[in-house]
C-alpha cells in the first residue's frame, strides 16, 4: 500500500463506547496530525506528532486520546463522546513537522456518535 | 493570528467553462499558501503552494493560482473545467511563526454540470 490509510472508514458508536480510530502511513514521513472537519467548519488540527513526540494540542478535550507508537502509525482513542463528536477525522503526515513539507492525507474516518 | 476567507460556499460552473475561487487571507507577513481538493469520500490532495517569488503558480490537474500582496488574495483559477473536477476546494495559509500549523478557509464546493 502507499500513502496514508486510514481505518475503519466508518463508525458508529454510543457515547458510552471505547473505540480507536488507526492511521499508517507508508511514506517515510517523521511527522503525523489529526485533523477534524465537521459540517459549517473549517478543518481543525487535533493533534501533531513528531519524531513520536506529541509537538501540539490543540485544546482537545480529554475524550480524545491520541497515541504514536512509531512514526509510521497513529491512534485516536475515542471514549464517551458527544453527539457534536460526529465528523469526518482525517490523518495526514509531512516529511518533517516545518509547515512548508507538504501534508499528505489519508480518506478519513467518518464518525457517528448516537 | 492567521485566517483564511473563502467568500463562495457554493460554485456551478458548466463543463468546459473557465473557473475561479477566491480566497483571501490574514497574517501580518508573507504567509506559505496552499490550495487543496478534496474529491467526494477522499482526504486532501494538494494542487498547488506558494512560498516566495514568482507569484503565478502552476499546480496539478491544470490549476493554477496568483499571490497578490496589495490584495491579501490567492485565487484560485482553471482555464477549463472537466466533470472530474467536481470536489470541494480549500485554501490554506500556514506560517513558522505560527507554529508551523496550516489554518484552512471553510472550503469551496464546485459543481459541474454537464
Known amino acids: 500500500e502507499t500513502g496514508v490509510t486510514q481505518t475503519p472508514r466508518h463508525l458508529v458508536m454510543g457515547m458510552t463506547n471505547k473505540k480507536s480510530l488507526k492511521c499508517e502511513q507508508h511514506?517515510?514521513?517523521?511527522?503525523m496530525y489529526w485533523y477534524k472537519q465537521s459540517a459549517k467548519k473549517p478543518l481543525e488540527l487535533m493533534f501533531v506528532y513528531s519524531l513520536e513526540e506529541r509537538v501540539e494540542n490543540n485544546s482537545v478535550p480529554s475524550r480524545f486520546s491520541p497515541e504514536c507508537p512509531n512514526s509510521s502509525h497513529l491512534f485516536l482513542h475515542l471514549h464517551t463522546l458527544q453527539p457534536e463528536d460526529s465528523a469526518l477525522y482525517l490523518c495526514a503526515s509531512s516529511q518533517d513537522r516545518p509547515v512548508t513539507d507538504t501534508q499528505y492525507f489519508g480518506p478519513g474516518t467518518r464518525l457517528t456518535v448516537l | 493570528a492567521q485566517s483564511v476567507t473563502q467568500p463562495d460556499i457554493h460554485i456551478t460552473v458548466s463543463e468546459g467553462a473557465s473557473l475561479e475561487l477566491r480566497c483571501n487571507y490574514s497574517y501580518g507577513a508573507t504567509p506559505y499558501l496552499f490550495w487543496y481538493v478534496q474529491s467526494p469520500g477522499q482526504g486532501l490532495q494538494l494542487l498547488l503552494k506558494?512560498?516566495?517569488?514568482?507569484?503565478l503558480v502552476q499546480g496539478i490537474k491544470g490549476f493554477e493560482a496568483e499571490f497578490k500582496r496589495s490584495q491579501s488574495s490567492f485565487n484560485l483559477r482553471k482555464p477549463s473545467v472537466h466533470w472530474s473536477d467536481a470536489a470541494e476546494y480549500f485554501c490554506a495559509v500556514g506560517a513558522r511563526a505560527a507554529g508551523n500549523k496550516l489554518t484552512f478557509g471553510g472550503g469551496t464546493r464546485v459543481l459541474v454540470k454537464p
Open positions: 511514506l517515510g514521513h517523521n511527522a
Open positions: 506558494y512560498f516566495s517569488g514568482d507569484t
